[in-house]
Each structure stands twice: as structure tokens, then as C-alpha cells.
């Protein structure tokens, strides 16, 4: 019910069309939520860890005054993906989020090792930590907060598709548990002299360097370039082979500028047959489609293929099934027939792609393939290019 308040307040009309602009801002939304229900958790926290003396209660506020941290970035992120190119960003803005990310991520795991000192230290002092019962169940309460918190995300991430908001949300399980630990020592403390709340601030602290760690990771990781999402990657083929003329999709290379900003380049297979204007047209169709369905900036190559020879189906397609036989990871394009002086094939002419840290070397592959073919020909050469598939 809140969460249905806060979406229709924020961007009205969103059940009916989401459009890219009120994708952004239900993002903004989902941010500010989060910054506003973080801070206030923060608050109530460190007064009752300064009240108690408590360096549990201390580090699970910090937690949560990191996690309003996250909240800005998203804010930020989600802002920064919708402002124009300009002359010295021509693909946009968007990287900035993951730059302040790694910001973030350094602070919140410097903070958790400050913590992770401060509770060892208390393990071999008395501890002067007091909890009134009130502190307790008020302490206890902003559990509930974080577990809204993790249902609004989620269900935030499911509509706008966000891998930002879905990590929240993950994040907020999990500091649910962290504060279930803190209580627990506030409760057992009161029964033993057993230094349960260093213990207790030892192990939040050590879920907040893993949470600092694992966004430094991630965030690293998209800064390098890693593999992109199999669901964009296959939604694009299929975008790609709806247009007419277009026969195979392959050499897909997807550059990430945002949380909702992709730079790619492929090649198709067109006919051979028929005039440069008219492939010209067709490979357009297929950039003005994708950028209408993805938030995808297409470059196409064209590699003409000839559907219509019988002599170059009939050897592509054996070629095709002795690569299958191999491995149907295999993938051939811009297939030729070479010929000798009598007009009879004598070799065949094509690239291969091949995925990365594939078992075979380029020669062993060379050789099975050969060897296969050969099956069908006999001293049949095959001239291959390999590459390497980038998804």
C-alpha cells in the first residue's frame, strides 16, 4: 500500500505506460526513499549507541547511514543516465554513477575496519553497555523499516528492470539479519558478562566491509567491461533477426555507458544478391528498430551471404553440422567457396567464433574440423579466421 502511495505520488500515471522518462524517475523515487528511511534508522541508532555506550548499535548505524550513501548514488545515477551528451562526454554521463560507487564502496569498507578495531578492542575491556527495555524494543522496530525497505525494492527493481535497485534490496535483507545480531546482544547481555556486544560488533562490522567489498567488486568489474546481461543480448538478436533481409546476427561487441546506456556494434548476414541502397536499407531498419524497443545505440556491418548459390548451401551447411558435432557453441559466418583451375571446391573460407577459454587451441580445432570434412572430401583445406565471441 505505501509503496503504491509513494510510485503514484512520484510519477503519476506509471501503471499505464512506462515510458524511459518515468523509468528514471521511479528510479529517483526508489533513491530518496531510501536516503530518507536510512538517515532516520541512522539517527535513532547512534543516539541509542551513544545512550547505551553500545559499539554494536554504533557500527549497525553506520551500516545504515552507508546504505543512505548507496541511496544518493542511485539518485545520482539515475539523473546522470537522462542528461544529454555534450561535447567532451559523447556517450553521455552515466559511468559517473559507477565512479562514485567506487567512492562509496572505499569509504563504507574504511568504516568497517575502524569498527571491526573498535569491537576487538571492547573484547578485552569490561563492557559499560547498557539497554533499557525501551531501547530495546525501539531498537527492534527498525527491523520493520528495513524489511519494507527490501519488498519496496524489490518490487521497484522487478518494474524498472534495475540491477542498482535490486542489490539494494538484497542489501536490506541482509540488514535485517545484522540488526536481528545487535538485538540479540542487547538481550544476552543483560544475562552474562560474556562480551557479547564486541562480538556483535565484530560480526556487522565484518557484513559491512562485505558489502564494501562486494560493491568495490561489481563496480571494478563494469569499469573494466564485463560480459553483458544474456537477456539484452538476446532480446537484441531477436530484434535484429525480425527484420527482413537480415538471415544471422554475430561479431556482437556491447560497450556499457550506465545503468541504461549501450554502445554496440554487430555484423549481419544480408543477401548478396540485390543492390548497395537496398542493403543499406536494411541494415538502417535494423539500428531504427533496436533503438526504438532497447536503450541501445546499433552499429551494423553487413557481411553478404549467398542463400541462393545450391553449391555454397550445400557445403556451408556439412561445415556447419561437422562444427555442431564438435561443439554447438561454434559459430561460422562469411563463408566462401574457393575453387581450382577445374571449377571443383578445394577448400572452404570462413570465420569462426569461438568462446573465450575454449578448451581446443586454434590449431586442434583446425584439425577436427579438417578431419571431419575430409569425411566428405577427400585433401579438403579449410581456411579459417578465428575470433573471439565478446558475449
Not at 131 to 157: G, H, M, N, P
Not at 209 to 223: M, P, Q
Not at 281 to 289: C, G, Q
Not at 341 to 370: I, M, N, Q, W
Request: with cysteine; aromatic share 8%; proline share 3%.
Amino acid at each position: 500500500m505505501l509503496t503504491e502511495i509513494i510510485l503514484s505520488a512520484a510519477v503519476p500515471g506509471y501503471k499505464k505506460n512506462l515510458t524511459p522518462e518515468m523509468r528514471i524517475k521511479c528510479g529517483i523515487a526508489g533513491g530518496i526513499t531510501g536516503i530518507v528511511c536510512n538517515v532516520f534508522l541512522a539517527i535513532v541508532k547512534f543516539t541509542l549507541a551513544v545512550i547505551s555506550g553500545s559499539v554494536a548499535a554504533g557500527a549497525d548505524a553506520v551500516n545504515n547511514l552507508s546504505d543512505a550513501g548507496t541511496g544518493l548514488i542511485t539518485v545520482s545515477g539515475f539523473r546522470l543516465s537522462s542528461r544529454a551528451p555534450d561535447a567532451e562526454h559523447p556517450f553521455g554521463h552515466g559511468r559517473t554513477e559507477y565512479v562514485a560507487a567506487l567512492i562509496v564502496a572505499l569509504l563504507v569498507m574504511g568504516l568497517g575496519v575502524t569498527f571491526l578495531k573498535d569491537s576487538i578492542v571492547s573484547l578485552f575491556r569490561s563492557s559499560d553497555a547498557e539497554f533499557s527495555k525501551a531501547a530495546i524494543i525501539i531498537f527492534s522496530s527498525t527491523i520493520l523499516v528495513k524489511c519494507w525497505l527490501f519488498f519496496f525494492y524489490r518490487k521497484l527493481a522487478g518494474l524498472i528492470k534495475s540491477d542498482m535497485l535490486k542489490a539494494a534490496s538484497y542489501d536490506s535483507l541482509s540488514d535485517c539479519l545484522g540488526t536481528l545480531i545487535v538485538v540479540g546482544a542487547m538481550i544476552g547481555s543483560k544475562y552474562t558478562v560474556f562480551p557479547l556486544d564486541g562480538w556483535a560488533g565484530i560480526v556487522v562490522a565484518g557484513m559491512i566491509f562485505w558489502a564494501g567489498g562486494g560493491v568495490l567488486k561489481d563496480t571494478i568489474s563494469k569499469l573494466l567491461g564485463e560480459q553483458p546481461d544474456k537477456e539484452l543480448v538476446e532480446k537484441l538478436k531477436s530484434v535484429i533477426l525480425s527484420i527482413d533481409g537480415i538471415d544471422g546476427v554475430h561479431d556482437i561487441i556491447i560497450h556499457n555507458y550506465g545503468g541504461n546506456s549501450y554502445y554496440v556494434t554487430a555484423h549481419a548476414e544480408i543477401s548478396s544478391t540485390g543492390n548497395r541502397l537496398s542493403a543499406h536499407d536494411i541494415l538502417e531498419n535494423a539500428e531504427v528498430e533496436v533503438a526504438k524497443q532497447l536503450p541501445v545505440h546499433l552499429l551494423l556491418h553487413g557481411d553478404p551471404y549467398n542463400k541462393s548459390n545450391p553449391e555454397v548451401i550445400f557445403w556451408r551447411s556439412r561445415m556447419e553440422n561437422c562444427a555442431a558435432e564438435l561443439d554447438s557453441e561454434l559459430k561460422i559466418y562469411d563463408f566462401r567457396l574457393i575453387k581450382d583451375d577445374s571449377g571443383a571446391v578445394c577448400a572452404l573460407s570462413f570465420h569462426l567464433l569461438v568462446p573465450h577459454r575454449y578448451a581446443l587451441s586454434e590449431t586442434e580445432l583446425l584439425e577436427k574440423l579438417e578431419s571431419c570434412m575430409q569425411n566428405h572430401k577427400a585433401g579438403l583445406k579449410l581456411m579459417i579466421t578465428f575470433q573471439k565471441s565478446f558475449i
